[in-house]
């Protein structure tokens, strides 16, 4: 099993795991941590667009959530390329040692190359993108956790959500401030809130009844204290139109 610092440290921590370590990297120096600014000011940014209703807002959390993406990024080692049917031929002369395959596309003038592409010049910052993805869980088993040890009902949970009782919140932010000496609720970094639209501005939306047909696919019946209602869904893959 391969796990960085963070993972070994909660494994430890919530699972209870003995393990020995047979050989691993280290660094004896500084850790760099000026990315933790970058993504500061990328979510302030996305905060103040959001709150305007700026749909740049949307631009701003796609790059927010590539940067574990691009970090750990694996090898590209194929490209594809596409070329007008009359320099097919001189294409695939200049290029023959890298293609893997080549097929006219139906109804074009175009043939379309799959050719090998060299790793020697990939790049990625592993070191990064795998702590970004272990932290993540932490802030994640540090609420899961908190609430199992209490006793609290956890009807679905996702990679960054959960569903659980309104009137439990307020404990287990309770007991997350006593254990971490942080507010669980807000819209700051590694905090919770709720992710359910309004119907109403300004009147609070709760899940009335629900159904869960498995990961990332469920369904919420919404509402709230103008006995307005509204439905909230996911379905991972299927278009909401």
Do not use: W
């Amino acid at each position: 099993m391969y796990v960085d610092h963070i993972t070994l440290q909660d494994l430890i921590k919530y699972q209870g795991v003995k393990c020995e370590v047979l050989q691993g990297y280290y660094y004896d120096g500084n850790r760099d941590i000026r990315i933790r600014d970058e993504v500061k000011k990328l979510f302030e940014l996305r905060l103040k667009y959001k709150k305007e209703g700026n749909p740049l807002q949307e631009n701003i959390k796609l790059i927010l959530n590539s940067i574990y993406g691009k970090t750990i990024l694996s090898p590209i080692e194929s490209k594809i390329t596409i070329v007008n049917d009359k320099d097919a031929i001189r294409y695939a002369i200049r290029n023959y040692n890298h293609i893997v395959k080549f097929e006219g596309l139906d109804g074009s003038d175009k043939t379309i190359f799959k050719l090998t592409k060299s790793i020697c010049r990939h790049f990625n910052f592993c070191p990064l993108g795998v702590n970004i993805l272990s932290m993540s869980k932490r802030i994640m088993c540090e609420v899961f956790c908190t609430a199992e040890d209490m006793g609290l009902q956890i009807f679905y949970q996702d990679c960054d959500s959960m569903h659980i009782f309104n009137e439990d919140i307020p404990k287990l932010a309770a007991e997350f401030k006593k254990r971490y000496g942080r507010e669980l609720i807000g819209k700051n970094l590694g905090q919770f809130h709720s992710d359910f639209a309004e119907i109403t501005p300004g009147k609070q939306s709760l899940a009335y009844k629900s159904i869960f047909c498995g990961k990332k696919t469920y369904i919420d019946l919404l509402t709230n204290d103008l006995n307005e209602v509204a439905f909230h869904a996911r379905c991972k893959g299927v278009n909401s139109k």
